[in-house]
């Protein structure tokens, strides 16, 4: 790598609100906020999962005009405002449009969309198909609504690598502007999360079911961890190059000083693997290009989510990685923002600008076979490297390597 | 900055299973679009696509565990990756290919949608009937993880869904993995199967033509769908070249750009799409000069053939018009998020033969664009020097790819 890339905004949406001040907040008090789900098209199990961390109605107010709330898709919609979000905490207004890429991750893609146009073929003929639910209907929507919504001409791109998805959008995104391909970058994450898709994934058994009290919580690297809290929103990140920040006389909220990513062939799909070792090496590939060693690591910023297995494997590669040598201080704000929806990505680089990352919502205890303990984050130093860490049901595993910012 | 030689392709597709079946079709201008049998279209609006041929699928059980349950995308990923790796020499179980040095670069626009659909139907009637693991592959990313899986691939592995330049914007991230090091070999290309989804949706859209698509023709009327997936293969020219291995191609640039315009829509000036292919001539050192033949998007939609004919003239200027260009979608139909691999692989084939494959000729030129399209009978070059191949999506997404020819070390 040339030169760090530099982040410069944030843009982000999710159950915390609109912004990322209240995401720093929720993640500071480590207060899960999830809601109920609509269960009323009876696609629930009885007795499955109720609640998900979902966006609270209004937070789009005044990123959007009428028309685009109009025609655009829910993820569409989350992205277009994150990114403008984004471009604020920037301080930017437009500009470079030719050398802006657009770099979005989806795991599902508009799903609210697509479930109403597969009823219309399916149950009302395929000539009831809506043309303008198809076109909102692909995986690339919401970073086409970006570039038509902020005239960006750069590269397009959607990666979809589920949960590893986000870090890749990262990587690909500062590999752009390391190239020299594009001077500035819009990277990030969408989802949304529908009563039907939290249905198929309580059905898959991957969500947190209630404990004694009721209440489902994700407790990643938890004892009593039994899944995940479904999660939807958007973060969008403004990346840099540091020339351009320098021009305009920007600030940094963070340098990305290397990425990376591998794959678990042991992994079935949608499911996790015993591969540790080969994701424990791309993770260290992954320091190592930034000229780091584990033990320059100050702090985690892990995507364990309270996945039973996959909380594991992130466990193993971590100790495998640090070859036995004690952690760094671990967070796990998927505790708090749920999976999907990017809340990782924006917690990440919120913590590396210094924010406090305090409590894991629903923690209790230990899982003594893991050997992780969260931090709380109320003693931390603000840390100076920041590592970020997500693996993907079916394999993938990607990682970035975060640093304080400047200017 | 070193080349990046092209060491094996794979392919399935409306002509057949692998690339011998897809060459002999091509330079025959044999098309694969006609009657189809994947799901009941007798209501929908059209009634044909280049369906890969049930009769020649192959049984893979014995080298692909669980080959019986993968999706059908999953099916042509994994067939042309293993061709591809066949031609390529290289065997993931000798130890001869790192794992961590193997990355898995795939496009696909739908992934298992197909059989999604399949549950769907299912599950929307009465949720206990539905069996959940139709749902297991049905991600969009599931082709390119099938292939790492099966390959033993321990690197980098991403998926690109926008749309129809899908696969060649995978072939572009893949070269610039193996450019920096990333990997020794990358697996790039792209898989999607025919379904109901994108049928109706593009038929919602009036974009699809009720007889077999005709690029740049007067009366055409839209594209045609076709399936299938293709794969190349991507490593060091000097680390090919030790090992051996005799380069088809090489992949000498990729770029990409945004129209930025409309979702559906081209820009009409063809000005993101001209973006793109001066910024994959500018990767690969090229003058525009330097081209002697295009594989065009071309997928025979009035709006889209119009606006790469702009693109055309804005890269290729007074030339635009006398450069030749292979439409292969007119013969294998559109494979959406796969279309940018195995027109990918054509590209070289046809580099590599030293001819360039026809299609038939179908109604009148259309005189506001009068390009040079190969037809009816192959147009022999043997001393082609390079050529572009250009994937233009859905959202504006535009990219394209420079292959130049291996004409061995000494040229």
């Not at chain 1, 692909?138 to 005239?151: E, S």
């Not at chain 2, 290919?97 to 059989?115: H, I, L, Q």
Request: proline content about 6%; some cysteine; charged content about 20%.
């Amino acid at each position: 790598m040339s030169a760090p890339v530099l982040v410069t905004g944030v843009g982000t949406l999710g159950c915390w609100g609109s912004g990322s001040e209240l995401l720093a907040a929720a993640l500071a008090a480590g207060v899960p906020l999830a809601s109920e789900v609509d269960r009323s098209a009876g696609y629930h199990l009885a007795n499955g999962a109720r609640r998900a961390c979902l966006v609270p109605a209004g937070q789009l107010a005044g990123w959007l005009s009428p028309g685009e709330s109009r025609r655009m898709s829910p993820p569409s919609k989350l992205a277009v405002a994150a990114s403008r979000m984004a471009l604020e905490c920037a301080g930017l207004d437009g500009g470079e449009e030719e050398r802006t890429a657009v770099v979005i991750a989806t795991a599902f893609g508009p799903s609210t969309n697509t479930e109403i146009l597969l009823k219309q073929i399916l149950f009302e003929g395929p000539e009831s198909a809506s043309p303008s639910l198809f076109m909102e209907s692909v995986a690339n929507a919401p970073a086409a609504q970006i570039a038509i919504a902020l005239k960006a001409r750069g590269s397009s791109l959607t990666v979809c690598q589920r949960e590893a998805g986000p870090l890749l959008a990262l990587g690909t995104g500062a590999a752009e502007i390391d190239a020299g391909r594009a001077r500035r970058v819009l990277a990030g994450t969408v989802d949304e999360m529908t009563p039907l898709l939290h249905a198929l994934l309580d059905r898959f058994g991957a969500l947190a079911r209630g404990g004694p009290e009721g209440e489902e919580l994700a407790r990643p690297f938890g004892r009593g961890r039994n899944g995940f809290l479904a999660g939807e929103g958007a973060t969008v990140l403004v990346l840099e190059s540091a020339e351009s920040v320098a021009d305009r006389g920007g600030k940094a909220l963070a340098r990305v000083l290397a990425w990376g990513s591998a794959f678990d062939p042991t992994a079935p799909p949608s499911g996790w693997g015993q591969g540790h070792h080969a994701l424990a090496r791309g993770l260290r590939r992954t320091l190592e290009r930034a000229g780091l060693r584990p033990a320059d690591v100050d702090l985690v910023v892990s995507g364990a989510s309270g996945a039973r297995e996959g909380d594991r494997l992130e466990a193993q590669v971590l100790h495998a990685a640090w070859e036995g040598a004690p952690l760094p201080p671990v967070a796990a704000p998927k505790a708090v923002t749920g999976e999907y929806g990017g809340g990782l990505l924006a917690s990440a680089v919120l913590a590396a600008a210094g924010s406090r990352l305090g409590p894991a919502a629903g923690w209790q205890a230990a899982d003594p076979d893991l050997g992780i303990v969260l931090c709380d984050g109320s003693s931390l130093p603000a840390p100076a490297i920041v590592l970020v860490t997500s693996l993907a049901a079916g394999g993938a595993g990607a990682w970035a390597v975060l640093g304080r910012g400047v200017g | 900055m070193g080349q990046v030689a092209v060491t094996g392709v794979g392919a399935v597709c409306g002509l057949g299973w692998g690339v011998d079946a897809l060459w002999q079709g091509l330079r025959a201008g044999r098309s694969g679009i006609g009657p189809f049998a994947r799901f009941d279209h007798s209501q929908h609006r059209t009634h044909l696509a280049a369906e890969a041929p049930e009769a020649d699928s192959p049984d893979l059980s014995r080298r692909c565990p669980g080959w019986r349950r993968l999706s059908i995308a999953d099916r042509f990923a994994l067939f042309a990756a293993l061709e591809a790796m066949e031609q390529a020499g290289l065997d993931p179980t000798t130890g001869t290919m790192p794992p961590e040095d193997v990355g898995v670069y795939f496009g696909s626009s739908t992934g298992g949608m197909y059989e999604s659909e399949l549950f769907f139907g299912d599950f929307l009637r009465d949720p206990r009937r539905a069996r959940l693991s139709a749902l297991v592959a049905q991600q969009v990313n599931a082709p390119g993880d099938a292939v790492a899986r099966q390959l033993g691939a321990t690197g980098p592995v991403a998926t690109f869904s926008s749309a129809c330049a899908s696969g060649a914007l995978a072939l572009g991230a893949a070269l610039a993995a193996v450019r920096s090091g990333l990997v020794d070999v990358a697996i790039a290309g792209g898989s999607d199967s025919l379904c109901q989804l994108t049928y109706a949706g593009f038929n919602a859209l009036r974009s699809v033509d009720e007889a077999p698509c005709r690029p740049f023709r007067a009366d055409r009327a839209g594209m045609s769908f076709g399936e299938g997936a293709a794969v190349l293969v991507l490593e060091p020219l000097e680390r090919a070249l030790a090992r051996g291995a005799e380069p088809l191609a090489v992949l000498a640039g990729a770029g990409s750009s945004c129209d930025a315009h409309h979702m559906t829509a081209p820009d009409p000036t063809g000005a993101g799409a001209a973006a793109a292919v001066e910024a994959a001539l500018a990767d690969a050192g090229l003058a525009a000069g330097a081209v002697d033949f295009v594989n065009v998007h071309g997928t025979g939609t009035p709006l889209n053939d119009a606006a790469e004919w702009q693109a055309l003239r804005r890269v290729f200027g007074e030339r635009a018009g006398e450069v030749p260009l292979v439409a292969t979608k007119a013969l294998l139909g559109h494979l959406l998020g796969s279309s940018g691999a195995i027109e990918a692989v054509a590209t070289v084939l046809c580099l590599q033969r030293g001819e360039l494959h026809p299609v038939r000729r179908e109604g009148e030129a259309d005189p506001e664009l009068p390009v040079s399209l190969v037809l009816d009978a192959p147009l022999f070059l043997p001393d082609m020097r390079a050529a572009v191949s250009t994937s233009l999506a859905f959202g504006g997404s535009n990219a394209a790819l420079v292959f130049s020819r291996w004409a061995g070390p000494a040229a």
